[in-house]
């Protein structure tokens, strides 16, 4: 019999990981960026350009239904003069983290479905931008981001001990 997952099991099993998914430059560089306060979205679009992937999918996020644009948007910039600096920097982070497991997808048991994972948590992510501007909290799209990311445990025992997680998962759902 397997033995039950613990703190202490848990614990020894991180320990033993030899690669967790870590940031690309990019965002680092990209987060440094945010932080200074003479950042420009010149700066920030030409930066995220560097990456065709990331500028794919942050063009992709921002033409979905979320952001209701008008018209679709084909350059990072454009993009980022109708949303503003804090939505373009949500949506890279956002995306960013959820490609930074896409490589462990393979691992992970049959039992967990992914879109299903993300869906939930895009609209954590919509219901907590909604809820910071129904109670006019200063940076919505930073509830945006909070919500996108709530989850991110859930990838990291996923990563670790996926048949132990899903175990969970499974007894919880049972009641």
Same mark, same amino acid.
Request: charged share 20%.
């Given at each position: 019999?397997?033995?039950?997952?613990? !703190?202490?099991?848990?614990?020894?099993?991180?320990?033993? !990981?030899?690669?967790?998914?870590?940031?690309?430059?990019? @965002?680092?560089?990209?987060? &440094?960026?945010?932080?200074?306060?003479?950042?420009?979205? $010149?700066?920030?679009?030409? %930066?995220?350009?560097?990456?065709?992937?990331?500028?794919?999918?942050?063009?992709?996020?921002?033409?979905?239904?979320?952001?209701?644009?008008?018209?679709?948007?084909?350059?990072? &910039?454009?993009?980022?003069?109708?949303?503003?600096?804090? #939505? %373009?920097?949500?949506?890279?982070?956002?995306?960013?983290?959820?490609?930074?497991? #896409?490589?462990?997808? #393979?691992?992970?048991?049959?039992?967990?479905?992914?879109?299903?994972?993300?869906? &939930?948590?895009?609209?954590? @992510?919509?219901?907590?931008?909604?809820? @910071?501007?129904?109670?006019?909290?200063?940076?919505?799209?930073? $509830?945006? !981001?909070?919500?996108?990311? &709530?989850?991110?445990?859930? !990838?990291?025992?996923?990563?670790?001990?996926?048949?132990?997680?899903?175990?969970?998962?499974?007894? @919880?759902?049972?009641?």
């Amino acid at each position: 019999m397997a033995q039950r997952p613990n !703190l202490e099991n848990v614990n020894r099993r991180i320990l033993e !990981l030899d690669q967790f998914p870590t940031l690309p430059s990019i @965002a680092v560089d990209l987060v &440094h960026r945010w932080n200074d306060p003479e950042v420009s979205l $010149a700066n920030v679009t030409d %930066l995220i350009s560097k990456d065709a992937s990331l500028s794919s999918k942050v063009l992709q996020v921002a033409n979905s239904a979320k952001f209701g644009l008008k018209k679709e948007v084909s350059s990072l &910039h454009h993009a980022g003069a109708l949303l503003g600096l804090n #939505a %373009l920097r949500c949506i890279t982070l956002g995306v960013t983290v959820m490609d930074l497991f #896409a490589d462990y997808q #393979a691992d992970w048991t049959n039992d967990f479905e992914p879109d299903e994972f993300w869906r &939930h948590n895009l609209g954590v @992510a919509i219901a907590s931008e909604m809820l @910071a501007e129904r109670f006019s909290y200063p940076s919505p799209e930073e $509830a945006f !981001l909070g919500g996108l990311i &709530h989850d991110i445990g859930k !990838l990291g025992l996923l990563t670790v001990m996926p048949e132990d997680y899903m175990e969970v998962v499974r007894k @919880a759902s049972a009641g």
